[in-house]
């Protein structure tokens, strides 16, 4: 006989899972919603049926296996919003919602290059579309483009839009070369605000081997994680109006030199973001043009 729904969780208590996970992947192999943990907690002496079993089981085994909870259930909660997730990008983090937060008070700010009243924003490596989404949900007045050089990327990006009802511009290719094969030019700028969760993770971290479920290209920069950093920074500068600011996520070690190479560019108001864990998360500076 196949256990309860009650055993079958009490089993995951013997594993590194969490309570919550164990919960998650039970009401996602039962065809429920994650809104339904109490269901769950009231039915826990139901027996399951021998494929909701072997599919929790498995589920189970890839998840102790670092496989991202978001892959497995096929969404992630992110800023408000449900967003349909999968292997094609990378699994949106919490984090990240420290650089949503920042971009949207750059929108709210007076001054030149702020206003949220119809305000250009460019959101590079959009992967499921989170940040662009978020800002979109948020400031609906802006006009926001999304760019990714994953032609898949793109198709789960414009997915989500679609799904949410918002609307958003998108653009396929590597950073700034996407713009080359955009016909009306006018459209693409200068941006108010350019936001940027790139890859910046060293080839040689040790963190890599939890994250191989991930897309690498999303993930890994070359020149210790710097690369992607130094080319957006730099190419950015001819893409922004005066005053518009531009913000980069990047890894816990990497505040220091992402504020070198904005100071080096001519960058001005330099400033750093931390996460909820108290580390540096974002990095971001303003472009004036006349200093």
């Not at 102790?64 to 992110?78: A, D, V, W």
């Not at 948020?138 to 009802?165: F, G, M, V, Y």
Request: aromatic share 6%.
């Amino acid at each position: 006989m196949t256990p309860t729904i009650d055993q079958a969780l009490q089993g995951v208590k013997q594993t590194a899972l969490s309570a919550l996970e164990g919960q998650l992947l039970m009401l996602h192999a039962l065809g429920r919603s994650s809104e339904q943990r109490a269901w769950l907690i009231a039915h826990g002496d139901e027996h399951l049926s021998e494929k909701e079993h072997a599919d929790f089981e498995r589920h189970v085994k890839s998840r102790l296996n670092h496989m991202p909870l978001s892959y497995l259930t096929g969404y992630k909660e992110f800023y408000g919003l449900r967003l349909s997730v999968d292997p094609r990008v990378l699994d949106p983090r919490a984090d990240t919602e420290t650089l949503v937060d920042w971009a949207l008070e750059c929108l709210e700010a007076p001054g030149p290059g702020s206003s949220s009243l119809g305000a250009h924003v460019l959101d590079m490596g959009t992967g499921s579309g989170a940040i662009a989404l978020a800002l979109k949900a948020n400031r609906p007045a802006c006009s926001i483009w999304a760019l990714d050089k994953s032609q898949e990327a793109l198709e789960l990006a414009t997915k989500n839009a679609h799904d949410l009802a918002l609307d958003l511009n998108f653009l396929h290719g590597h950073w700034f070369d996407a713009f080359k094969h955009v016909q009306d030019k006018d459209a693409l700028g200068p941006f108010d605000l350019i936001v940027s969760n790139p890859p910046y993770i060293a080839p040689n971290d040790p963190h890599l081997a939890r994250l191989h479920h991930e897309p690498s290209e999303a993930l890994v920069a070359q020149n210790e994680g710097l690369s992607d950093l130094i080319e957006i920074c730099t190419q950015s500068v001819s893409h922004l109006k005066d005053g518009a600011w531009l913000l980069l996520e990047h890894g816990h070690d990497q505040g220091a030199d992402v504020r070198e190479i904005l100071t080096s560019l001519g960058f001005s108001n330099t400033q750093t973001r931390h996460d909820l864990a108290g580390i540096e998360r974002c990095t971001g500076a303003q472009w004036l043009k006349m200093k």
